[in-house]
């Protein structure tokens, strides 16, 4: 039996305007949050001892982190380096770069040679060596469409023909790994992809698009013996048999993880009886507290009193309250910052309720012309929420619309007046893919 520890999604050096600079270290506290919780990870993967460590993908929030993130990240995995205990870095979509090859921001432990330590760039199997013995981990890293696509290939193909063809392309690919693995070695598939069963959160704006997701048929097979993933931030087992396992982020990375566990996974694997078990940890919590004080006659005091319990203490909090314009001098904002104190970061959002036509983005006027990205831009100005990918929902934004052509973008007459072109269609699959 080989014992390893499966974490996925650190995403370290997001979230930072839930935090606040610590006088003492000069770092932003979520930083020093995510630290620690990576730190946790690696106590555990030291103590029991595990015989491998599989992380499954997304180290950053992109490709060039700074390079005191980066340290921080290093520091950590460094010391399964010296414990040699063999590690396997996957790479997620975060730590690609958008032009170019590879996994810049991973690829660096290859370079340097760290001793047990393999860096999954690409489609390939690795016998790791383990103190129990061989274990055979084949990585499938974030596949972006030229990775599997050419343009030829692709033309004159439907989005969900496109589609269809890349899941015949990664099934021949991984098939030819599996024809090449020894059936009395251990067998970890360990994969950054959005899996056909997976579900979201309901409010994940991301997940609205269809993306180029994997089948589980392809992972489900009886050759493999975990099936290690990564990408998605909410933990959960998609097959007992073989497990096939998001392990979830480390950390809430906003506040659309609000109610999810956050944790590892600690598998015993073995040829056919692999068991498995997810370890919660201590992570800090986020509050969302929401009040319609529209009706009240002292909108402050049931404010001050919505705001009246424990739930918010160290947490990272947002209040969220709808008024009426009429009622806005009878606030007192000093106050509620006060008995927020206890509270580890706060957005205070008043959302004025309107007695006429209810204008959601009152920046937008009435009766102008909407340029797309312009609404998108007033829109994310006021999404807290998104705050930390809003430059990436821009970017990805701004890709669709400069695609040539792109008159199934036009709002508001065209939208889903005709088929996209293929090029379109896999533009906009990897843009939506890009985001998570
Ligand atoms: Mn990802």
């Known amino acids: 039996m080989i014992k390893l520890l499966h974490l996925s999604d650190i995403h370290m050096g997001s979230g930072f305007s839930h935090g606040r600079i610590n006088p003492e270290t000069g770092l932003n506290s979520r930083l020093e949050d995510f630290v620690e919780t990576l730190g946790r990870c690696i106590d555990r993967a030291l103590s029991e001892p595990v015989d491998l460590v599989l992380f499954g993908g997304d180290a950053f929030p992109d490709a060039t982190p700074p390079p005191y993130v980066q340290e921080a990240f290093a520091n950590q995995f460094r010391r399964l380096a010296d414990a040699q205990i063999p590690t396997v870095l996957l790479v997620g979509n975060h730590d690609q770069h958008s032009q170019g090859q590879g996994g810049a921001s991973l690829c660096i432990y290859r370079t340097l040679g760290v001793p047990g330590f393999v860096v999954g760039d690409r489609l390939d199997t690795h016998v790791v060596q383990t103190r129990k013995g061989p274990v055979q981990v084949i990585t499938l890293p974030w596949l972006t469409r030229s990775t599997l696509l050419t343009r030829p290939a692709a033309e004159g193909l439907s989005m969900t023909e496109v589609n269809q063809w890349l899941g015949d392309r990664l099934r021949l690919a991984l098939e030819g790994e599996i024809r090449r693995l020894d059936a009395d070695i251990p067998t970890v598939l360990l994969a950054h992809a959005m899996v056909d069963t997976a579900s979201y959160g309901a409010e994940r704006f991301l997940a609205v698009g269809k993306g180029f997701t994997v089948p589980i048929s392809l992972l489900a097979r009886p050759c493999f013996d975990y099936v290690a993933l990564g990408h998605v931030h909410r933990h959960q087992v998609l097959c007992d048999q073989p497990p096939i396992v998001y392990p979830g982020s480390i950390e809430r990375v906003d506040f659309s993880e609000e109610k999810e566990d956050?944790?590892?996974?600690?598998?015993?694997?073995?040829?056919?009886?692999?068991?498995?078990?997810?370890?919660?940890?201590?992570?800090?919590?986020?509050?969302?507290?929401?009040?319609?004080?529209?009706?009240?006659?002292?909108?402050?005091?049931?404010?001050?009193?919505?705001?009246?319990?424990?739930?918010?203490?160290?947490?990272?909090?947002?209040?969220?309250?709808?008024?009426?314009?009429?009622?806005?001098?009878?606030?007192?904002?000093?106050a509620l910052q006060a008995a927020l104190t206890a509270a580890h970061s706060v957005t205070i959002r008043p959302e004025l309720i309107s007695q006429l036509t209810r204008s959601r983005l009152p920046e937008l006027g009435l009766g102008n012309q909407l340029d797309p990205l312009e609404a998108l831009r007033t829109y994310l100005t006021n999404r807290d929420d998104l705050r930390d990918i809003a430059t990436d929902i821009l970017e990805a934004a701004q890709g669709l619309v400069s695609v040539e052509g792109h008159a199934w973008l036009n709002l508001p007459n065209s939208v889903g007046a005709s088929e996209p072109t293929q090029e379109q269609a896999i533009e906009s699959q990897n843009t939506q893919l890009r985001l998570l």
């Open 262 to 334: 956050k944790g590892f996974v600690l598998v015993e694997l073995e040829r056919e009886r692999t068991t498995f078990e997810f370890c919660p940890l201590p992570v800090r919590r986020f509050c969302t507290i929401e009040v319609d004080v529209s009706e009240a006659d002292d909108p402050q005091a049931e404010l001050l009193q919505a705001l009246s319990h424990d739930r918010i203490q160290d947490a990272v909090v947002r209040l969220i309250y709808h008024l009426r314009s009429s009622q806005l001098d009878q606030i007192d904002s000093t």
